[in-house]
């Protein structure tokens, strides 16, 4: 019997190439639907809107990692006051008595505890945003949220734990017989330009550290150099006199330096206006407006590539 040959099976459908141009019939379909697309960013607005409906998502976040941060310490969260005092003490044993960096300083402990604490929420707020993302996957893949919730949650993780330790701070201040002055409120504006900043920079470094592990191995070193010349230990302007004048600029516009300078005026009667930077305020307002606003939108650039590949 002759054999029937079968038609021949429909070829398969072509997936479109990467990047190619979505079909428009398909494209038309969608919008008719209320379709868009999984995961994509949205604009700048919006996203801003989004971010601001799960602000209370955020302080739940920063509250509930803050609390389990300590559980298993059998101090629990006296680490949070415990960790910034034995830094300081170290420092003092180091740099107070041995390098003798005391010298002309007056109130040389309130000095001292004042700049390792606030350069300590700067430290531990980049070391932390470094790995908010890679640090997270599970909950950005399992989740649809604006991902700047999490390096904002990790800062006010750290801005709290700060909180926490300026009770012990200005404790020390008291007892080193400086006066409870007017000038303390100042110590507001100059926490709120500081978390700004803060903020800001935790964004960069959660989208580098998204897309490269060794980033987090990196900040700690990066970190260290940027605390030996942020004023820390000694009083940096002793340093600058004799320093070539680019050098003296670039060290007095050291972000870091400028927000523990205006800490220590707030709170240490002995440093004077006269010794702070020059236009220290609308220095420490733009670099607060600017890493705030670079960051935002360097971390929202990237939105859709959290949590894949």
Not at 55 to 63: N, Q
Not at 64 to 83: C, D, I
Not at 232 to 251: E, G, K, M
């Amino acid at each position: 019997m002759p054999q029937t040959l079968a038609p021949p099976a429909p070829a398969p459908a072509r997936a479109p190439a990467p990047g190619a141009a979505p079909d428009p019939e398909l494209r038309a379909l969608a919008e008719r639907h209320g379709l868009a697309v999984s995961g994509a960013r949205p604009p700048l607005p919006e996203y801003t809107r989004r971010l601001w409906a799960r602000r209370h998502f955020i302080a739940a976040f920063a509250t509930a990692r803050l609390t389990s941060m300590y559980t298993t310490a059998r101090l629990g969260q006296l680490w949070q006051v415990m960790t910034p005092l034995l830094n300081a003490g170290v420092y003092y044993l180091i740099f107070g008595l041995l390098l003798h960096t005391s010298r002309g300083v007056p109130n040389f402990i309130p000095f001292l505890c004042t700049g390792i604490f606030v350069f300590t929420f700067t430290q531990s707020t980049v070391l932390a945003g470094t790995r908010a993302i890679s640090g997270n996957l599970g909950l950005v893949r399992a989740l649809h949220f604006p991902r700047a919730c999490l390096p904002i949650a990790y800062t006010l993780i750290q801005l709290q734990q700060l909180l926490f330790s300026m009770g012990v701070l200005a404790a020390i201040v008291l007892l080193c017989g400086v006066p409870l002055t007017w000038h303390w409120l100042l110590m507001i504006p100059a926490l709120l330009l500081q978390s700004v900043f803060n903020t800001g920079l935790a964004m960069v470094l959660a989208r580098i550290g998204a897309r490269s592990a060794d980033t987090a191995q990196l900040m700690p070193f990066v970190l260290r150099t940027w605390m030996y010349a942020s004023g820390v230990f000694y009083n940096i302007s002793v340093f600058t006199q004799h320093a070539p004048h680019l050098v003296a600029v670039a060290l007095n516009a050291n972000p870091a330096l400028i927000y523990i300078d205006l800490m220590r005026y707030a709170l240490i009667d002995t440093v004077r206006a006269g010794t702070l930077p020059a236009h220290v305020w609308p220095m420490a307002l733009g670099w607060a407006l600017l890493s705030g606003a670079v960051g935002y939108v360097f971390f929202w650039k990237a939105e859709e590539e959290y949590g894949r590949g």
